[in-house]
């Protein structure tokens, strides 16, 4: 809410939040923290993060991928691998069709995107987490392209970069999910073994499954400022201690006093933090 | 009704208190009643095995919970010799929701790790009630290190809610410590076996379950998060636990099936609490039996079938 609407009583309005007469919807945004009214192409070009107060909004997979990767390098990962409903899971819906609405919803064919390309011309495997495909939940397609992408920076030897954004596991895929914890792991450790590179990028939110295991297994662990990054969400420890939280906690500054990542990086130098480090580890720009 | 029964037991603990009066009636009378008592006995016997021949998922989520239920140091104490156990992370503390040690299971030398509730509320409490804090779990891996160094299998036994949701914990890095647990078992150069006994909660579960071989008792649960959570967040309500517990599939029957564990390990009829050496001789077993067959691959074939079993979990379609 801008200060306009506050001051304006709800009844007075009779155009939708934001949207102007005359206005093509999606020009303007509006910034989540500050409320500043930006334009849409410049949020583009600054990546999402808003010029007025810096703030770091939630960037699909999509975009995230072809950002941060080098203009007409990316080749897509594991793109076939698609969900089964193995359990035939049902709660107030089923999960098939909550499966088909995030896929209309979020424009993604799963929590998980992949792609190898080149950072500042080092060859790197990227995988993305898509939060608006079911808050970014660990199934099995997930865990399965993660290991395909991991794969593909083994038989390359180079780098592996991800970039977390879930709520954790994927519970209509039960046990399933769980597993993907290990699965993932696995990946990793193997990246591990041959000394190829693998860096975690938390951004906002990072929680459970997905926390507690391939996101704080980065040889280098980077957030993105602010970033929500825990093992618990705050209303479950709230309710156990029953306690109001600190401010700050579970944020990025919060983990990065505490030990539990190396630095928190803008976005917008993130392609820059990131070729760095790497050229530092001996994976330079090709020739 | 004692606190020994659940709900769903209630018929079985009528007969049972039956019982016990006609035994004291026969013992203050003299009056002999043994005829009485013991068809009683065998009708308590046929509606038990016909109350447990038919548990829903909920059902079996109470008695993996049961106060009664063997913890892990009711195992250790029955299957384990020369148990001695080992504490604390050397980094901040020693966690009592986890167990660790040393000892001899079968002419072996183990390590044996578990997940530790309490039985009275004092010991509860110290035990957090079996949800470590990352301290336990950076002890679980120190003690898992040890074992690969001097060539010991490692041995777990799975019974929590799940790792522990507190400021503390979140401040100390529960997340890293879990992580850290998984990529320590995922490449641990010895033999590892698992047993869910009771409450296999969650990635705190997990973080000591990465393994060579997947055992659950008859009437243990593993999910992905507790059926109240589940029920909470899509449900929209803790009511709704049941109907979450059966769409997770969280029975050792519906896993076993599912092909997520390797073996059943059978419980005495009416559960594991009514016979602790019963259901500590049948783990003791089948925990010896999965090592003989682990211990004779070499740890490179031993590593490579671990890799393919952990990143072979899950179905998915290929699509075009």
């Known amino acids: ?287 | 009704m004692s606190l020994d029964y659940l709900d769903f037991e209630k018929p079985i603990a009528e007969l049972e208190e039956k019982i016990v009066e006609l035994q004291r009636a026969s013992s203050s009378s003299n009056l002999d009643l043994e005829r009485e008592i013991n068809s009683l006995r065998s009708r308590n016997h046929e509606s038990t095995k016909a109350i447990f021949s038919k548990l829903g998922a909920w059902q079996i989520t109470q008695l993996a919970r049961h106060p009664r239920r063997p913890y892990t140091l009711d195992y250790i104490e029955r299957i384990v010799t020369d148990f001695q156990e080992l504490h604390g992370d050397r980094m901040f503390a020693d966690d009592p929701a986890i167990v660790s040690g040393l000892g001899k299971m079968g002419g072996r030398n183990v390590a044996i790790i578990g997940h530790q509730k309490g039985r009275d509320t004092k010991e509860r409490t110290r035990r957090n009630f079996g949800m470590p804090r990352p301290e336990g779990y950076r002890k679980a891996q120190r003690i898992m290190r040890l074992a690969e160094r001097f060539h010991m299998p490692v041995v777990t036994l799975i019974d929590t809610p799940g790792a522990y949701p507190g400021v503390d914990a979140e401040e100390r890095g529960q997340s890293e410590a879990i992580a850290t647990s998984l990529e320590v078992m995922a490449t641990l150069k010895t033999p590892i076996v698992s047993v869910v006994i009771g409450e296999g909660g969650s990635g705190g579960a997990l973080a000591i379950g990465v393994c060579d071989k997947l055992m659950m008792l008859e009437y243990a649960t593993y999910s992905v998060i507790s059926p109240e959570g589940c029920a909470s967040i899509l449900w929209k309500s803790a009511a709704k636990a049941p109907e979450a517990a059966e769409a997770m599939k969280v029975t050792t029957k519906d896993l076993s099936r599912l092909g997520l564990v390797d073996e059943v390990i059978k419980e005495p009829l009416g559960g594991a609490h009514r016979d602790y050496d019963a259901i500590s001789e049948a783990v003791k077993n089948a925990i010896n039996q999965s090592l003989d067959a682990l211990c004779e691959d070499s740890n490179e074939v031993l590593m490579d079938k671990r890799y393919q079993r952990l990143t072979g979990f899950g179905q998915f379609e290929l699509k075009k």
Not at chain 1, 178 to 198: E, V
């Open chain 1, 1 to 287: 809410m801008n200060w306009f609407e506050r001051i304006l009583p709800p009844k007075v309005k009779t155009t939708g939040r934001g949207g102007k007469k005359g206005v093509p919807e999606g020009v303007w945004n509006n910034c989540s923290s500050c409320q500043a009214v930006l334009y849409a192409v410049e949020l583009t070009h600054s990546l999402q993060v808003c010029p007025k107060c810096n703030h770091h909004m939630r960037m699909g997979a999509k975009e995230r991928l072809s950002s941060f990767l080098d203009d007409d390098s990316m080749v897509p990962i594991a793109e076939s691998v698609g969900s089964l409903d193995v359990l035939k899971f049902k709660d107030q819906k089923k999960y098939k069709d909550r499966l088909a609405d995030a896929k209309k919803s979020s424009q993604s064919s799963e929590a998980l995107l992949a792609a190898s390309g080149s950072v500042k011309g080092v060859n790197v495997t990227v995988t993305a987490f898509e939060f608006k495909f079911m808050g970014g939940s660990m199934g099995a397609v997930v865990g399965e392209r993660f290991v395909q992408a991991a794969n593909h920076s083994f038989e390359n030897h180079q780098p592996m970069i991800c970039f977390s954004a879930s709520g954790g596991a994927r519970m209509q895929e039960a046990l399933f999910s769980l597993m993907q914890m290990a699965k993932t792991t696995a990946a990793i450790s193997r990246l591990r073994a041959n000394s190829i590179p693998f860096f975690s990028v938390l951004t906002d939110p990072t929680m459970g499954g997905v926390s507690a295991s391939l996101a704080m297994l980065g040889d280098v662990i980077i957030s993105e400022p602010h970033a929500l990054v825990g093992f618990a969400g705050p209303r479950v420890i709230e309710q156990t201690v029953r306690e109001t939280l600190p401010d700050g906690f579970q944020r990025a500054e919060f983990l990065l006093e505490h030990g539990a990542v190396d630095m928190i990086v803008d976005r917008r130098e993130m392609r820059d933090s990131i070729a760095a480090l790497l050229e530092k580890m001996g994976f330079g720009p090709n020739d």
